[in-house]
């Protein structure tokens, strides 16, 4: 078994860990903060927009059955790439997208699929979200974790609030 780290940004973290939480290959999706320099930042703090973190999620992954190269695709799948200011409903930069790579390896393959997502033609506006070096990433608060198990009405309702749902049903007919 050969378990590596992957980092994205996506906006909310509440809607970035069930998509990739159910596959063989995955065996844990973190919530958190990363992107800036302040130490163990709170909830609280990340929301001022001031402490240069993100939201995030930091999954662990077997690369022998669930290869980088399709998590960075089911990445692109949840995000907006277009959307300098946040995503949906979520603005400011605690909400901003961005792919932290850890490796040389994440890194090339981050920079060839998001090229790739850019020439597709699926989107008429430029792919502004960066490929950035991973930082120290902090676990969320507890609460935080696996949101749409503890809470799937709000979850759901979220999703479809947040205009999340949409844009995905739109753009990749999920």
Request: hydrophobic share 30%; proline share 6%.
């Amino acid at each position: 078994m050969s378990l590596e780290k992957a980092t994205f940004a996506g906006g909310c973290f509440w809607c970035m860990v069930k998509p990739f939480d159910s596959y063989d290959g995955i065996h844990a999706v973190v919530s958190g903060y990363t992107g800036g320099d302040l130490e163990n930042p709170t909830y609280e703090q990340v929301c001022t927009n001031s402490t240069g973190h993100k939201e995030a999620v930091q999954i662990t992954f077997d690369s022998s059955v669930f290869p980088y190269e399709q998590l960075v695709e089911l990445f692109w799948m949840q995000i907006d790439p277009t959307d300098p200011g946040g995503q949906f409903y979520d603005r400011g930069s605690s909400y901003e997208s961005a792919v932290f790579y850890h490796s040389d390896r994440q890194k090339e393959i981050a920079e060839a699929s998001k090229i790739a997502m850019q020439t597709s033609g699926k989107f008429s506006k430029p792919i502004v979200t960066p490929i950035l070096e991973a930082k120290p990433f902090y676990p969320a608060e507890q609460y935080h974790q696996d949101y749409y198990k503890k809470n799937p009405t709000h979850y759901n309702r979220y999703q479809v609030g947040s205009g999340r749902a949409g844009f995905k049903q739109k753009m990749w007919g999920e």
